[in-house]
């Protein structure tokens, strides 16, 4: 049993245990709130929801394994939004077709620049993508202000997004299992992936073992900058239109989500699996807080609380040295 | 010093509406034109604000403002209550006759307000409006919206019985506490016995769809729903969910007007209240015909405008060939605001 | 000796925040109407300090290698008691600036027990808080209201007779009473010790645990003196979360700006003051510089990229490239 | 022997899987130096964190001066008077010397902390310890590895301790600062403290020990008076074998006609390497010789294209080579094992697979993608050859010992199968079996056409290990040492650059 316990302790799956746990507690007491908590019907759009959230964080989770953040999460996922909405309307027709790839791109781009601030400007993540956060705002705005952009979704858009296919699976859903399968090679079976993991744990071992640090390190804010971009695509097409500050609400969530996943804060620790179950879990926390009928103040603290008492149960760190 | 508090009826009455009987009348001391107007914004990342900003660009330049002002300035200043004020402070510092103002918080004007009538400058808050009799200001009735929306669902739930979904706006603000009192009051009044569901939607059309989603999934059916923002989102999820249509009451948002009249065929009956961004072009009015020393209203009261099924018009009250997040209502006619719809957000339209 | 080389290099984060904002301040004056008095320098300086007091707050962390996402929601939620509790008698508002800022300190404390006891990363630790802190805040002022003490408020806000803004001088009061002292202490160096190497520190005997409540402690009585002064400039108490958000996120702006390094182990809170005067003073400059308003956030963006960037002038001077890794 | 100070009965150690102390005993003694000796992962490092608390143990017991005590915290050791100075640094980069030097227990005015005294303390420290030309102001992380173990001395020495344990704390200090060290702890010991002192270095404990224990998988098997056992007997204690040849025989000097694999000329950067001119044939070990941070560590880092606005020619196999980078020199086959291994040659928390396979990523994988099983072969075989000692490939390379840490960082580039080699401080922290292995080694690699630079501040590994020497003082070379002439004595005089060198 102890055996079991030691295993399971030094595992990288204990986070995805853990949380898998917590997920089903929740929809318990969830359900005893409204038994439908427990329907396929509100777990299969539960899942949709969270395909949006999951992109991001996929993302994200690069980023933070490398040992540094994304704040420019919330514009970038305007940014792919509105600027796949756009080019729908700038080109029309056929060519419509390359909108999603052009948002995906254009957030790609963000990424590009984010990472060459960061790699080769050396400038702190954390701030850096915070100004690139800034600028981009100020191109969307200057952008819907200015040109009176189309934002309609595309109903290629609308159909990936809130689409069923196959045994009823949200296409969300699938797009995002696309997204997480890549990346739970590309960082479990690439050179690639393996470099991430060593500028994560220290950037001046790596560049001395000679991997490209800085080429990786910007690499994965472009996929970064393309995730949000193309969760901002889904968004779209979810709402079917892209509008202003639409990725206000994924920044935190994205970041507790990695967090609860099981990856480690300043980099070069964590297992793709543990993002999906994170995901999962706050996506159901907020959806089963926002039906719970208790004023916003306990929603809130209710909020926090629970993401800091499931770290307390298996995120804790471990004692110094030793 | 400030504005001489004295009798009405004011100046034009017709646009500067009193609020209510018991609202007072200011009078400041003319100035000779032509003025310097600021407009001090806070937050300009949402379509409502960018709008808005265009039309009060739009109003300066119309041949009545232009020949009224010297110099008119706009600075955003993001969500921080202090930067907004520190902006205020420095428009009068810089000896600006007036300035027209959205408050990021309306309660925290008191300070300002001082400083601006001890140098006799004119300051009009506008749809954020202060809980304050001390200066001028213009709005729509949030508390009559709500009570509005209430009214017109009730009306259209025969059975006044049933499950009422409520969306809210964004915590902590004093509209959304109006608009949902407002609410609140019809609907629970005594002779209906309806049980409101409440989720918050921040305003947002991604966050109000998420949270009807939800709801719809947990509660299964509801007779009724009032949106205060957002209401876009919250049609498409009850349509995503293959939900009943049902009355709807939301904002005047053009995706929800055109989805409204789209879908009426399927029994999809709204009313659409909203707060228009022309409001910026009433305050500019108000404070130009202030500084030339007329009687003004304290509290200037700015219809609702207000579109109800059957009556959504194409062209008219709703644009299909604009954004969907374009706010549909941007004259007032009885003030002389005859700005177009396609003049602000379409000036070189060429795709939509 | 060559000891100043020494001080110098200790300092230089510190003063190359006073030479941007120095800078941009100069611009700022250079451009606007009104120019220098006495008035644009008190208005400047009430939406200057509350920043910088809130980037105080953030530095004690950072230095120690951690991050307080909370310092923006305990400054709202400071703001919000300040609005019920700061009113009435002068004895009745004192007692009420004491409750504020024990409240404050009580966040920062809780924060630290998470931290120390919970073993867990701070940056998600105030995470959480921060939400917690934003519900209590939402709580005791659903929607924006509240009056405070209007004879403090205005003696704050106001300037001296010399022309000074009292601001300012608060400011200096915090800087002197709060901030040198606890860098010149025990639990302050640790601190440094910790965000320099937390591994070395531990088997050197530092007191982490201690050092850890203390400074965390410190930040959220820092940040509770800045909703104390902003519910002085408001009048009111709001609990607006994109307020608690801008001031979080610019706090930590201002800790690089101020040549913090957000590494840990290196840097000053009054790096960190000129930091978000300067972050402050790219604010002002859309009121000095006649810009098309949609262009404005585009504007400010880069601006501030462009200061970020500032530091990495220093990658010119890099013979080693193994020091650009720490 | 007279009443110990400080016992440890029967303590054991576990992590996970991994016996780190088993049922160890160890007992030192006023005014005495007490070698603690055995191979690399034996438990001296574990023992010793145990009695600076900063491990605790599974069992056993902990007698100070008779007492029984536990240290929970190491802020309770070093206020029951044991100082420990940690095989890896336990120095703060950021903060200055003196700051370091009075971390603990600053002197304290008025509640805070009394600068200028401390800045006093923090000089006399040093000067104690022999290096009274360190600034006290001087940021840590702005001295080379030697001076750094120098203020570690200063800041133990600051703590006025009863108890004084060095784990290989002389390990990258050159001869010449090992001596004045040595005279320091002989001075300490008439003083009445207890000495714990670790080394590899069999010379170094001959010359300062008292007293010896042995300790082998994590016990103790021996304690005994120093010079009661030939080192032979010592090394077959610790090893379980004897060692009859340190270093491997040299071979004949190879025909001069073969072209170099690495050529220097004119090598300069920012004044801190001038002009230098070198060539290694394959098959060849050069040393690189002369007092510590003469610019030996610049020219590695210059090779090794870490260093911007280099001057001069570089060329392998004859080839003018562009080192635009770590990347870049690795492609062309250089491999550079660092001078420290915990920040520029491992990453710690990563398994020991990882580490190994880091910087052959691009051999072991096709078109990016990892090919898991030549991967795993190559890394087990590499495990093999080099006798890491570890539970599994799995486990962190945090969690070995110093030693064997060591062996990674050889490992992972050994897997590049490099042209040249530039080992700087190959075998600090290795026991004297594996050193012998290693040496073997890079001449094997030698013998198989590497041309090797070797970097030491240990006279006899150059004298035995390398076919020439060129010594370097202030960024020159200034003379080539090679064959007969290549002594201790010709290694010292022209390392100080004196005249008489020439003669
Ligand atoms: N934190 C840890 N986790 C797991 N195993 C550990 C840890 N620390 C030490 N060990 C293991 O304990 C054993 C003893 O290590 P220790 O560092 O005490 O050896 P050592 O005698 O000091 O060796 P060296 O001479 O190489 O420094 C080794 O097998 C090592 O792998
Ligand atoms: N992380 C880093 N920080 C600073 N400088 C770096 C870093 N990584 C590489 N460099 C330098 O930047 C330049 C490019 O080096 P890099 O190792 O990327 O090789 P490359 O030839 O450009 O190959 P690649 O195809 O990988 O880009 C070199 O001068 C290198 O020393
Ligand atoms: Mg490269
Ligand atoms: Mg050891």
């Not at chain 1, 792919?80 to 999603?100: E, L, N, T, Y």
């Not at chain 2, 706006?169 to 609907?187: A, E, I, M, T, W």
């Not at chain 4, 923090?122 to 600034?135: C, F, K, T, V, W």
Request: proline share 4%; net charge positive; with cysteine.
């Amino acid at each position: 049993m102890t055996a079991i316990a030691l295993r399971l302790r030094g595992s990288r799956h204990l986070p995805v245990m853990a949380g898998a746990a917590c997920t089903v507690a929740l929809l318990l007491v969830g359900s005893l709130y409204s038994s439908n908590f427990l329907s396929p019907e509100y777990l299969l759009l539960q899942l949709q929801i969270a395909s949006f959230l999951g992109i991001i964080a996929t993302g994200a989770m690069l980023v933070i394994l490398l040992g540094g953040i994304d704040l420019s999460v919330p514009w970038a996922v305007t940014v792919g939004g509105m600027m796949s909405a756009a080019a729908a309307g700038w080109w029309g027709g056929a060519a419509a077709a390359f909108a999603i790839p052009f948002g995906i791109l254009c957030g790609a781009a963000l990424g590009l620049l984010n990472g060459i601030g960061v790699a080769y400007l050396r400038v702190p993540s954390m701030i850096f993508t915070l100004g690139i956060n800034a600028v981009a705002q100020g191109l969307i705005v200057v952008h819907t202000g200015g040109f009176a952009p189309q934002d309609r979704a595309t109903p290629a858009m609308h159909l990936i997004a809130t689409g069923r296919s196959l045994f009823g699976i949200p296409n969300a859903l699938l797009a995002w299992a696309a997204v997480g399968g890549a990346t739970l090679f590309l960082l479990h079976r690439t050179s690639f992936g393996r470099a991430v993991y060593a500028v994560g744990n220290r950037e001046r071992a790596a560049y001395l073992s000679g991997i490209a640090t800085r080429r990786v390190t910007l690499l994965c804010f472009v996929f970064a900058g393309a995730c949000s971009a193309a969760a901002g695509v889904l968004l779209t097409g979810y709402s079917t239109k892209a509008y202003q500050a639409m990725g206000d609400a994924y920044q935190l969530p994205a970041i507790a989500a990695v967090v609860l996943g099981g990856t480690h804060i300043l980099g070069g620790r964590g297992f793709y699996l543990g993002t999906v179950v994170g995901v999962v879990l706050i996506t159901l926390l907020q959806s089963i807080l926002s039906v719970m009928q208790i004023p916003e103040m306990g929603r809130q603290v209710a909020y926090g609380l629970v993401i800091i008492a499931m770290l307390l149960v298996y995120g804790r760190g471990r004692r110094h040295a030793g | 010093a400030g504005p001489a508090v004295v009798g009405g009826p004011g100046e034009n009455p017709s646009c500067f509406k009193p609020w209510d009987a018991s609202t007072k009348y200011f009078q400041w001391p003319a100035k000779k034109g032509p003025y310097r107007l600021a407009l001090a914004n806070g937050f300009v990342g949402n379509t409502w604000r960018i709008q808005m900003i265009k039309m009060a660009k739009a109003y300066a330049a119309t041949p009545e403002m232009a020949s009224q002002l010297k110099e008119f300035k706009i600075v955003s200043t993001g969500t921080d209550v202090a930067a907004q004020i520190a902006a205020i402070d420095n428009f009068i510092n810089s000896g600006y006759d007036a300035i027209v103002t959205i408050a990021v918080n309306p309660t925290a004007f008191a300070p300002v307000i001082k400083r601006a009538n001890a140098k006799g400058v004119v300051i009009v808050p506008f749809d954020n409006v202060l809980d304050s009799t001390e200066v001028m200001m213009v709005n729509e009735d949030q508390l009559a919206m709500g009570q509005q929306s209430g009214e017109w669902v009730v009306k259209n739930i025969p059975s006044k019985s049933g499950k009422l979904l409520e969306v809210r706006g964004v915590p902590g603000n004093s509209v959304d506490r109006d608009r949902h009192l407002g609410f609140r009051k019809v609907v629970e009044a005594p002779g209906s016995k309806f049980e409101v569901v409440e989720v918050v939607g921040n305003w947002d059309d991604g966050t109000a769809q998420k949270a009807v989603a939800d709801a719809v999934a947990v509660h299964k059916k509801f007779d009724g729903m009032f949106v205060q923002g957002g209401s876009t989102g919250a049609v498409r999820a009850l349509i995503d969910a293959k939900h009943k249509m049902i009355p709807v009451a939301g904002e005047a948002e053009n995706g929800f007007r055109k989805l409204c009249a789209e879908r009426a065929k399927d029994g999809l009956v709204c009313a659409s209240l909203g707060q228009s961004p022309g409001l910026v072009a009433i305050s500019m009015k108000a404070a130009v015909t202030a500084l030339q020393g007329k009687v003004m209203p304290q509290m200037i009261s700015v219809p609702i405008p207000t579109a109800t099924h059957p009556n959504f018009k194409s062209g008219e009250n709703y644009f299909p060939n604009l954004t969907d997040n374009f706010f549909t209502t941007t004259d007032f006619p009885p003030c002389g605001v005859t700005l177009k719809a396609t003049d602000i957000m379409a000036k070189d339209e060429k795709n939509n | 000796m060559n000891d100043w080389r020494y001080h110098l290099r200790e300092h230089r984060g510190t003063l190359g925040a006073v030479a941007l904002f120095v800078a941009l301040f100069a611009l700022y004056m250079a451009k606007h109407p009104a120019g220098w008095n006495r008035d644009v320098l008190t208005t400047a300086a009430n939406k200057g300090v509350l920043l910088a007091i809130v980037a105080m707050a953030q530095t004690l962390p950072v230095l120690m290698g951690g991050i307080d996402l909370s310092v923006g929601m305990v400054f709202v939620l400071a703001n919000c008691i300040a609005s019920h509790l700061v009113v009435g008698s002068a004895l009745h508002a004192g007692a009420g600036v004491l409750a504020v800022l024990a409240a404050g300190a009580a966040c920062g404390l809780v924060n630290g027990l998470v931290i120390v006891f919970g073993r867990l990363q701070p940056i998600i630790t105030t995470l959480a808080t921060g939400i917690i802190y934003f519900g209590l805040a939402l709580g005791l002022r659903p929607v924006p209201g509240g009056d405070v003490h209007a004879g403090l408020a205005d003696a704050l806000t106001g300037a001296l007779p010399g022309g000074v803004p009292a601001m300012l001088v608060v400011l200096l009061a915090v800087v002197l009473v709060v901030w040198v002292p606890y860098r010149r202490s025990v639990p302050g160096r640790a601190a440094l010790a910790m965000g320099s190497s937390e591994a070395a520190s531990y088997m050197s005997g530092v007191a982490m645990g201690r050092t850890t409540l203390v400074t965390y402690t410190l930040a959220g009585l820092l940040a509770a003196i800045g909703g104390l002064l902003l519910t002085f400039v408001t009048y009111s108490g709001e609990a607006s979360q994109a307020i608690g958000g801008v001031y979080t996120l610019n706090s930590i702006a201002a800790v690089v700006l101020g040549g913090t390094s957000l590494a840990g182990g290196f840097g000053s809170a009054v790096g960190s003051v000129f930091g978000a005067f300067a972050l402050r003073t790219i604010g002002d400059l859309l009121f000095v510089f006649d810009l098309e308003p949609l262009w404005q956030p585009l504007f400010q963006g880069v601006i501030l990229l462009a200061a970020v960037c500032f530091g990495s002038l220093r990658l010119l001077r890099v013979g080693n490239r193994l020091a650009l890794f720490r | 022997m007279s009443d110990p100070v400080l016992r440890l009965v029967e303590v054991s150690k576990r992590y996970g899987g991994v016996r780190a102390l088993e049922r160890a005993s160890f007992a030192c003694a006023a005014g005495r130096i007490h070698a603690l000796l055995g191979e690399n992962g034996a438990g001296k490092s574990t023992l010793i964190k145990v009695m600076a608390g900063v491990v605790q143990p599974d069992e056993g017991r902990l007698l100070l001066e008779g007492q029984e005590r536990r240290f929970a915290h190491p802020q309770e050791a070093v206020a029951a008077g044991i100082a420990c100075i940690f095989q890896e640094l336990s120095l703060l980069p950021d903060l200055s010397v003196a700051d370091n030097i009075c971390i603990t227990n600053p002197p304290r005015r008025f509640g805070l902390i009394d600068r200028k005294a401390q800045r006093r303390i923090a000089q006399a420290a040093l000067q104690r310890a022999g290096a009274g030309d360190i600034h006290p102001l001087a940021p840590v992380a702005s001295l080379p590895l030697s001076k750094r173990q120098l203020v570690e001395i200063a800041k133990a020495l600051a703590r006025a301790p009863k108890i004084l344990i060095l784990d290989e704390a002389t390990s990258a200090l050159p001869a010449a600062e090992v001596k004045r060290v040595f005279a320091l702890l002989r001075r300490l010991r008439d003083e009445g403290l207890a000495i714990v002192y670790i080394s590899h270095r069999m010379h170094e404990v001959t010359e300062l020990a008292d007293d010896c224990s042995v300790f082998r998988n994590g016990s103790q098997v021996a304690s005994f008076a120093a010079g009661t056992r030939t080192d032979a007997q010592v090394v077959e204690m610790m090893i379980g074998r004897d060692i009859a040849h340190a270093f491997p025989p040299k071979p004949a000097p190879a025909a001069a006609a073969a072209s170099p694999a690495l050529e220097v000329r004119g090598l300069s950067w920012a004044g801190r390497l001038h002009a230098v001119d070198l060539a290694v044939r394959p098959g060849e070990i050069v040393g690189l010789g002369g007092l510590d941070g003469q610019g030996q560590r610049e020219l590695f880092l210059a090779l090794f294209g870490v260093l911007r606005g280099v001057s001069g020619e570089v060329r392998v196999d004859g080839r003018p080579a562009r080192l635009a980078g770590p990347r870049a020199a690795k492609g062309l086959g250089i491999a550079l094992v660092p001078e420290d291994r915990k920040t520029d040659g491992l990453l710690l928390p990563m398994s020991v697979n990882d580490n190994l396979s880091l910087a052959a990523l691009d051999r072991l994988s096709r078109a990016g993608v990892l090919q898991l099983a030549d991967e795993g072969h190559a890394v087990a075989g590499m495990m093999r050859r080099l006798a890491i000692k570890a539970g599994s490939g799995e486990d962190a390379v945090g969690t070995l010992s110093g030693g064997n840490q060591q062996k990674v960082v050889i490992g992972k580039w050994l897997l590049n199968t490099p042209r040249v080699l530039l080992l700087n401080d190959l075998t600090r922290g290795i026991d004297v079996g594996t050193k012998q292995e290693i040496y073997a080694l890079v001449r094997t690699l030698a013998d198989e056409g590497a041309a090797v630079l070797l970097y030491s501040t240990d006279y006899a590994e150059l004298i035995g290990c390398c076919d020439r020497v060129a010594v370097f003082y202030d960024g020159r070379i200034v003379r080539w040492l090679e064959g007969a002439a290549l002594t201790e004595r010709a290694l010292v005089a022209s390392a100080l650059n004196l005249e008489e060198a020439t003669a």
